[in-house]
């Protein structure tokens, strides 16, 4: 049958698909619009399945603060090629799932994907814009966090990207520079006394061994261990980093000289890199 350029353009519209994928899909369904839209749904989970086992090395992480400062979110969308990571499309789309994830506020993976958008779940819309793309496209990351006062930073090739909760409100450099450095320190905790205990135990273990292979003694072993042990917490503790804006000052001593008040209380950080 005849496909009209007003019904094609009608169903990219609708679905956001190619133009030819679009007119496909139309002369299939024989002009009915639902079927179409089907169609084209059916073709994305098909690319999907083809492209499973793919990596998805590519993509952007989004931080999104709400107006109040007082809820946050990071959300990761993966895809195979940087070429489809710096698309406009791909851009709209990982913001648009970030400002879903806001308003919901989702605990998990599983209930961002199940979040309704424009008709379909957003697992859909990932699985659509395969098809699209003809690339793996994946959900690989989404935390949330509120405190009385968050600040987020994204490096600028949206590889990488933090947010950070404080316990009072402070001013846009203290915010941003501190989400600057989570960002580009990676702690593993705001302080050490909230390290989590298996970090310390898997730590104090790879010293333990190492000391042996030097061939210490065997009574100073957890001695030494526990000297580089306050090693790694200059290294890794948030307030105990040397803050990257103010050199030989720790994060703890330039907030302290700030406002002797101010607190982080929590972050979350996600990178598309493996640091």
């Known amino acids: 049958m005849e496909i009209k350029a007003v019904e094609v353009a009608k169903l990219r519209k609708m679905t956001g698909a190619g133009m030819m994928d679009c007119k496909k899909a139309l002369v299939e369904a024989e002009g009915d619009y639902d ?18 086992d793919r990596t998805t090395t590519e993509g952007a992480v989004i931080a999104k603060v709400s107006e109040d400062n007082k809820k946050a979110i990071l959300v990761c969308l993966g895809c195979e090629t940087d070429f489809v990571a710096n698309n406009q499309e791909f851009k709209d789309l990982v913001n648009k799932i970030a400002d879903k994830a806001l308003e919901a506020f989702p605990k998990n993976l599983d209930e961002l994907k199940a979040l309704d958008f424009d008709g379909m779940t957003i697992e859909e819309a990932v699985t659509q814009q395969t098809g699209k793309t003809g690339e793996k496209h994946e959900l690989m990351y989404v935390s949330t966090l509120e405190a009385p006062f968050i600040a987020s930073y994204i490096h600028m090739n949206s590889k990488v990207a933090s947010i950070v909760g404080f316990n009072k409100e402070v001013s846009k450099e203290v915010g941003h520079g501190l989400a600057m450095q ?71 001593d330039y907030l302290k000289s700030v406002d002797p008040e101010i607190k982080v209380v929590g972050f979350r950080r996600f990178t598309l890199n493996d640091d």
């Open 35 to 52: 079927r179409a839209k089907e169609i084209i749904r059916e073709k994305g989970k098909l690319v999907a399945a083809k492209r499973a």
């Open 182 to 252: 989570v960002t580009a320190m990676n702690p593993v905790s705001v302080s050490r006394d909230d390290c989590p205990q298996d970090v310390i135990e898997k730590e104090l273990e790879i010293y333990r061994e190492q000391i042996r292979m030097e061939g210490k003694p065997e009574k100073l072993v957890d001695q030494i261990a526990n000297g580089k042990l306050n090693k790694f917490f200059k290294e890794r503790a948030l307030e105990d980093q040397e803050y990257t804006m103010v050199s030989k000052t720790s994060v703890k």
